[in-house]
């Protein structure tokens, strides 16, 4: 690993192994080299936001465990320290701390291993004096129960903070332009094929409606996120942690986060926590909901989108770039085209992520590090694009409501608001005549019934037939 010319660039640092070469200006020790010898596998780090969550529980382990006489007032202190200054850092310049692979020991050993290192390393130098990555800064913990209980507040807090707040944005705007199409008309479609009509508002708060249900499920799994599994340590049962750790733990916990409806607390079952992933599972399984429901919304909106001139061009979305490096003049629906491509990315961690909770064996899940990125990864991206299609799809687009009325005047569908009167055999006979010679439906139902003229503009008037006069 080392040559004469850079081997001033390298120290030893010793673990239960044996000595190891470790970079010089690194925090880490021993056990984090190995890591990043043994697993240069996809060159990703953890996510940040587990990084922080993970550094957040060893802070609140120090204060707990200093409360119980474990570590010193000052031990305690310079650990507490520390997690404040890499905190501080910004992303880029914390993950620099923390190489090791995502696709690493089932347990996410190696990644708990380089936070204590990493706090020990801080700690000792404000101490002036050695602090144990093991005795002290892990004291009480296992990162069979501190990698679980990571993963659980990482992704409560991407949550609260990133993803319903999002959600809920994409609603209200969803449901505001709602309210500002609900006099425009067009026409429905099943199959791709022509339908009876509907008021666009009708169409928007569809899509409303299925977002409303993700955001229900997604504040239903928040509260089981909050049980977490500190004081299980190594297999559930809590040796070499004091009974009274987790919950001190956790109150330390609930004061250093500071988030509103967001309350830590140990899990009634550890075995269950550590054991299994479900409420990661169920958590997921509410994210592809989401993505689900915005996989259908962006499909729509390139529907209607479509054209100018030779699709649908109900709507013109608004132009955002150039759509083509040799097809001048050309726009595409690039933000419902990203969002299709989170949604298909969620689905997929989502498929990967229940692989990953069928891994418990026995009293330990062997998957963590892989739920903790898929999770923390779609909570990420769903947040990031649904103010942009909130934004700069829905709000923004115009209503061609010449091309509406068109379509609509030349719908044969319509005829099936006759089906009472004349009969659904003589409706079909006029909707394929008037498909036939591409005429209004209510010229040729005014030439092949007794129904006068006035009565069936009403009883074929578009916006009538949408329920919503």
Known sequence: MTTSSSAAAFRTESDSMGAMQVPAEALYGA??????????????????????????????????????????AAQAQAIQAAVAELQ??????????????????????????????????????????????????????????????TIHVAAAQALQNKLLPALQGLISTTLDKAQATHAHVKTGR????????????????GWAAQLALAQGQLQGVLPLLQKLALGGTAVGTGVNADPRFAALC???LNRQTGLAGLTFAPGENRFALMGAQDTAVAASGALKTLAVALMKIANDLRWMNSGPLAGLGEIELQALQPGSSIMPGKVNPVI???????????????????????????????????????L????????GVMPQLAGKAIASFRVNEQRLKQALSRN???????????GYAKAAEIAK????????????????????????????????LTGQD
């Open 412 to 422: 044969p569908i319509l005829v099936t608001a006759l089906n009472p009167i004349i």
């Open 336 to 374: 419902p085209e990203a969002t299709a491509m989170v949604a298909a990315q969620v689905i997929g961690n989502d498929a990967a992520l229940t692989i990953a909770g069928q891994s418990g064996n026995f009293e330990l899940n062997v998957m963590l590090p892989l739920v903790a990125r898929n």
């Open 250 to 252: 956790c109150s330390a």
């Open 31 to 72: 056990q984090t080299q190995r890591a990043v010898l043994n697993f240069p596998i996809s060159g990703q780090a953890m996510p940040a936001a587990f990084v922080h969550a993970l550094l957040a529980i060893k802070a609140a382990a120090a204060e707990a465990n200093q409360q119980l006489g474990g570590i010193s």
């Open 190 to 205: 099943t199959h791709l094929m022509d339908a009876m009509p509907v008021r666009l508002s009708q169409a928007l708060e």
């Open 88 to 149: 501080a850092l910004p992303d880029e310049a914390l993950l620099r701390h923390f190489p090791v692979d995502i696709f690493q020991t089932g347990s996410g050993t190696s990644s708990n291993m380089n936070a204590n290192e990493v706090l020990a390393t801080l700690a000792g130098r404000r101490l002036n004096d050695k602090v144990s990555a093991n005795d002290h800064v892990n004291a009480s913990q296992s990162s069979n129960d501190v990698v679980p209980s």
């Open 376 to 383: 923390l990864e779609s909570i990420a991206l769903l947040a």
């Open 433 to 464: 005549l008037a498909y036939k010679e591409d005429r209004p439906i209510v010229d040729v139902a005014a030439e092949n019934t007794d129904i006068p003229r006035a009565e069936l503009e009403k009883l074929l008037d578009s916006a009538h």
